[in-house]
């Protein structure tokens, strides 16, 4: 009887799944969407990528039709492929080869330095059969000069910061821009709440590509200027930056952006004592004053009623809970300051105690048997750096910080997200999500 339970949940667990990959995959291959065999091979062979997504499947082909294209969609729906996948498949068949001399094709804009690292890590895995096509970023916190030395070089794909570009664009003189094909705007929402708003637009003006110069300057050069806007949500800012930046531009994902029914939220009310207990409570989306944002089906949200005083133990009780049901797993929790990280940091790092009820200084241990890495602005950019290395590498592994890491970073297998200290807007709550989540709990 207990064979027949278990194998009952098993087939019901597969069915979910495969449920879940139908929500997330295009039942097509990426050869079938229009790219080149080679690079249809790197994408399953480098990256791991069976099939597309939804919004990989809708974008690819529009991007490739030299279309400027606006893509709204939520965070791990494959974004960064969908745009760079096209770019690739047009540089590599260009006759003859394109060379370092020739300068920058693409541009691709984003807005932290650890989303740049993370952007670059998978050019550099998409370029691994096409060694003549040179990728590279600058981005604020590393040395100017070297990055003049490497733009002096040339660099075919170049991913950077804006203000650190805008830099370059001014004062570099060896930076080669003149067969600019594709400019891409990722995670354009971001870019602008970090208030990079006029040095964007200030980008536009010295490269010619605010929507109506686009146009006249295509008409005059060997390429048609193609922009990219890419964003998770949508507010007065992004619509002002894609008026702006692109012409007559074919929608992606705007379709499923309306609000479901307040009958589609399954509202289960506060979490009771167990934290491991099965709930079926989808959000579809979140409505706020500023818009509508849609989140991912695959997710799953829990959130407990905490007094004040007893959030810490709360927090504790529940990472002590997660590592010991699971010991390889990889959690992250979110706080609002730079301080708050570094207090939790210290504390979860150092904390020892003992299981038992004598407390002999022989019998402490530490309370988390995992490593713990901190992220927030106030680091230095080559703590940075090492912090996002080290955590994706960890098998388990726990990560306390601020919204600095929420957008748009890839960190593989992330089990679970806690919400220590509450957004106070519908948008902050949608920034919050990383690639791969499966559980979030607010506290």
Known sequence: MKKTQKTNKEKESNTKTRTKESEIFASCSFSSLGLHSTLSEQLQERLGFEAPTLVQAQAIPVILSGRHVL??????????????????????????????????????????RELCLQVYEILQKLLHRF????????????????????????????????GRLLDHLKNTSSFVHTNLRWIIFDEADRILELGFGKDIEEILDLLGSRANESVEKGKSSE????NLLLSATLNEKVNHLSKISLENPVMIGLDNMKMQPDSSVNQTGSLGSDVDEDLDYSI????????????????????????????????????????????????????STCDAVDFHYMLLSEFQWSPYSQFEEELKQMFLKCKTFRLHGNMKQEDRRTTFSAFKTEKSALLVSTDVAARGLDFPKVRCI??????????????RYLEAIFLEISI
């Open 284 to 335: 579809k989306s979140v409505n706020s004053s500023s818009g509508d944002y849609r989140l991912p089906a695959q997710l799953v949200q829990r959130f407990v009623k905490v007094p004040c005083g007893s959030r810490l133990a709360v927090l504790l009780s529940i990472l002590k809970h997660l590592f010991e049901r699971e010991a390889s797993q990889k959690v992250v929790v979110f706080f």
């Open 223 to 226: 390429f048609q200027r193609q």
């Open 131 to 162: 060694h003549w096509i040179v990728p590279g970023y600058v981005m604020g916190g590393e040395n100017r000069n070297k990055e003049k030395a490497r733009l002096r070089k040339g660099i075919s794909i170049l991913i950077a910061t804006p």
């Open 71 to 112: 893509v709204n969609a939520e965070t791990g729906s494959g974004k960064t492929i969908a745009y760079l996948a096209p770019i690739i498949h047009y540089l590599q068949g260009y006759n003859p080869r394109i060379e370092r001399s020739h300068g920058t094709f693409a541009l691709v804009l984003v807005p932290t």
């Open 418 to 431: 806690i919400q220590y200290d509450s957004p106070g807007e519908a948008s902050e709550y949608v920034h």
